[in-house]
């Protein structure tokens, strides 16, 4: 495995998770042959492999402009916050819930641009099955380096509005990125409440951009 995959895989969990997308064994296949839980997570990989190959070269604020949508529309955010934060959600009041949100969002996306920022030759392949978990539908992707060793990432979607999201990401299929998040930030919420865990997530989205980003 290499060192530089790995980083990305866990940092990806642990920082709290199209062209060069492998999709099936067979190759690729069109979006419209997609299933609807795996075609937003297609288009996912797909921007991934463009924000690599786009890397350092492009300012960070321009490659959160265009992974954004991608992000947006793979995840559940506003359901992933909830959860992460737990009962305590019920009873911040609404400007602290917005700002939560707020920033949350620039956190997530700012994550991913910073852990898939070097392209050296990895492709994501797109399992053709996915599993249930419940009600919801687990899609199964790997990271694939150029050796061929790889990272399991999958993820657990769930149907809101007519539209299948993630509302969840499993390292190596079982690690919960939002089981991970919960105990941080409910560590936070009760040591000083909402704004400990706003100015938290600020200060990662300012080192995540370098100083790129404003909260």
């Known amino acids: 495995m290499s060192k530089t995959l790995t980083r990305r895989g866990m940092g990806l969990f642990l920082v709290g998770i199209g062209v060069g997308v492998g999709l099936f064994a067979a190759g690729l296949a069109r979006a419209a042959d997609l ?5 937003p997570i297609a288009a996912l990989d797909a921007a991934l492999i463009d924000a690599m190959k786009a890397g350092r070269s492009q300012p960070f604020p321009e490659r959160y402009r265009s992974l954004a949508p991608a992000i947006e529309d793979a995840f559940d955010l506003p359901a992933i916050l909830r959860t992460s934060v737990g009962p305590r959600w ?13 920033v949350f969002r620039r956190f997530t996306i700012a994550s991913y641009i910073a852990n898939f920022e070097v392209y050296d030759g990895e492709r994501f392949e797109l399992l053709p099955d996915t599993r249930r978990l419940g009600e919801d539908q687990v899609v199964q992707t790997r990271l694939v380096a150029r050796d061929g060793s790889a990272i399991r990432l999958d993820y ?18 079982k690690i919960s ?24 997530l600020q200060r990662k989205v300012a080192d995540l951009s370098g100083g790129a980003l404003d909260s």
């Open 90 to 102: 019920a009873t911040l009041p609404p400007a602290s819930q917005a700002q939560l949100l707020h």
């Open 156 to 173: 657990v979607m769930r149907v809101e509005d007519g539209a299948w999201k993630a509302v969840d990401v499993l390292l190596d299929g």
């Open 177 to 200: 990125r939002v089981a991970v998040q919960r105990s941080d930030f409910r560590g936070l919420l009760g040591a000083g409440g909402a704004a400990d865990l706003i100015a938290s």
């Open 35 to 39: 299933s609807p839980p795996m075609a």
